[in-house]
């Protein structure tokens, strides 16, 4: 398992910055090449390997128009191809789930399945029109990476705090001497990325190297509920990563008076323009609209914020063997546009990387990370399954009359769902209500009424089959 360090030049010279933007714009070309010959093809799918391509591209000729020496060139493609395959894998994730939605015939699911599988959906006209809802021609969009491989580059330490990463330029044995803020050299395959007048030098570290990944792990089982006053509310009542909710609102605030003074401004410019004042114009969209501070600070906000997350998810694996959770990355496919409210779409990024803390912790400190169908989880009574409502923090039973913290109420349930016999993963929504509702009514007639005490459903949830059995 793979964990992402970054590495940022400090005081780089502008010529060097033009050259390797450059060197970025041109390998700009090698990505929109590949993404428009293969970025819509069966053949990405199946077996259509880089080395092929880039085979083809030498022997006709193609590699010639970029401009760029041959290793730069031949790694950008590996990893345009990369991307394409990503794209094409994250099409099918969103039609494997259709497939479950449409049928409950598992031979006919099997056969779709494979269909898929195989890259021979357009044999089957339900799989092939899904493909083409959720596989939208991709487009390049990357105009300001570099990648460089690991043998390409050398870093030396200058013995003050600096460490200089040379990479290749446009001409041969001509190197690109870059300072760094750093003095931990970077390994492996870098990915330079350039922003805003400095470089970001990103690789990958072998996350068993890290402190954290030693870490044993609980031995319980513990259900989650993603929140957003906090990172997550477990079935015990204990609340992790308090801070992120403070950390939104205020990004969020943050935000609306920066946009707020930039449109004023703006407007400003624009008059000044109107009258003909061009170089006033000018002088603010330089001076006082650039971008380089606000995509900093953006990123400095989503790095507090993953660290808040993380150390969340540390929390709830340091007492969890299995983590039971809701499948955050569904109905996360960034393509739901969440429009203007700015606290929403901090909040929808954060569920993402919610989804990634709970995978990486996992399975860097062996715990088993359980997905469950977490419908009607947030609106339904742990103890009698009934209906209520949610006010505030609380929710109120309808049924039984117990208000509970509606987030742990949440995790609760979540937990049970692990353990229970008739709500699959993919169960549909509507499915689930009919099944909730069959529960109450049977609770009516009086048929003994389970215990859904939380140490209850671990149990349960450890062991779903017994428990199956002996309240039957
Ligand atoms: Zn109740």
New binding site residues.
Partial sequence: MKVTRIAYSTGLNAGKFAALREQARRLGRVRSEAWQRYGATFGVGSGLTDRKVRDQWLADGTHVRFGVLANPWKETLRDAMADIAANLAAAKVEVRRAIHRRTEDPVERKRMLHALKADRWADDPFVSRQMRKHWKRGRNHTHDQIVVRADAYNAVDDGRGRLWLAVPGLQRRQMVRIPLSTTVAPTGTLRLILRGGRVEVHYQIDAAHLPSSRRPCGDRTIGVDKGYTEALTDSDGDRHGCGLGKLLTTESDRVKERNRRRAKLRSVANNAALRGDHAKARRIMVNNLGTIKRDRQAARHRARVRTEVFAAVHRVVDKAVAVVAEDLTKSFAGRRVLGKNIIRRLAGWTKGVTAEALKNVSERRGSVLVHVNAAYTSQT?H??A?F?RRSGDRFH?T??R?VWQADVNAAINILQRAGDPDIALHTSHHVVRQILRDRTDRHRTRLPVQDSSPAVAERRANNPNRSTMSHQ
């Fill in positions: 009574c103890r009698c009934g209520g039973c049924r039984c117990v």
